[in-house]
């Protein structure tokens, strides 16, 4: 089965400051999601990735898909208390050429901006 | 508004006890999908369901059970048979390639 390993598991940030959170896979990536999560409520969509050297950008926040499509990495610039949470990475999990749509989690980035 | 919703927010048993979550949609997803999440993990799947009246067990489904009725409604009952039933536990639909999060129910079990 696919796992995601994310580092750090957590962060504390000054804000202002420029921050990167990883996302590393034991398998090729055929769908790479990252959400963003506030303690206690359901998950933000942030972006999804498929292409290897993709990347996207929303406002201050960009997510990029490596080449070989086993790492992804989630760049927050000028961070403000507003990015504060819990940011996680999802894989689509293939079995038999198809996704079904059920996805693989990792552990989760506690990310701190503090004013 | 267009969503997913879930409720209870909070939910309290006794331990022994069944108890049913509730999820519905109004986005007219086909795909629904049960995630349950505990602390310093990311989600695990419990049960997805493609389409109507046709539902498959996820990564850690012993002691869950399902239902697919409708198309808006995907109700998970947790059941006594569950060892660690106390977690926050999501659910989602699916159109496409995004994925759409409910809020969440937290379930407390003593």
């Known amino acids: 089965s696919q796992e995601l390993e994310q580092s750090p598991q957590s962060l504390i940030v000054q804000e202002g400051k420029n921050l990167t959170i990883n996302c590393t896979s034991s398998?090729?990536?055929?769908?790479l999601y990252w959400y963003k999560q506030k303690y206690g409520e359901g998950l933000i969509f942030l972006m999804m990735l498929q292409k290897g050297g993709e990347e996207k950008s929303h406002e201050k926040i960009t997510a990029k898909l490596d080449e070989k499509k086993q790492q992804s990495s989630l760049h927050i610039t000028a961070s403000q208390p507003s990015h504060a949470g819990i940011y996680l990475c999802g894989a689509d999990s293939i079995a038999g050429g198809t996704s079904y749509g059920k996805l693989t989690f990792g552990q989760g980035t506690i990310l701190t901006v503090h004013p | 508004d267009g969503g997913i919703t879930q409720s209870p927010k909070y939910l309290f048993r006794k331990e022994g006890q069944n108890v049913t979550l509730s999820c519905e949609q109004n986005?007219?997803?086909?795909?629904m999908y049960w995630y349950r999440q505990d602390p310093g993990q990311g989600l695990r799947l419990i049960y997805y369901s493609q389409i109507v009246n046709d539902f498959q067990k996820g990564d850690i489904a012993e002691g869950y059970s399902v239902s697919r009725e409708k198309k808006e409604s995907f109700p998970l009952t947790v059941t006594s048979a569950q060892k660690n039933p106390t977690a926050f536990y999501l659910c989602?639909?699916?159109?496409?390639?995004?994925?759409?999060f409910g809020p969440g129910t937290r379930l407390t079990v003593t």
């Open positions: 986005l007219n997803h086909d795909a």
């Open positions: 989602a639909s699916r159109q496409g390639a995004k994925q759409y």
């Open positions: 398998k090729t990536l055929y769908g």
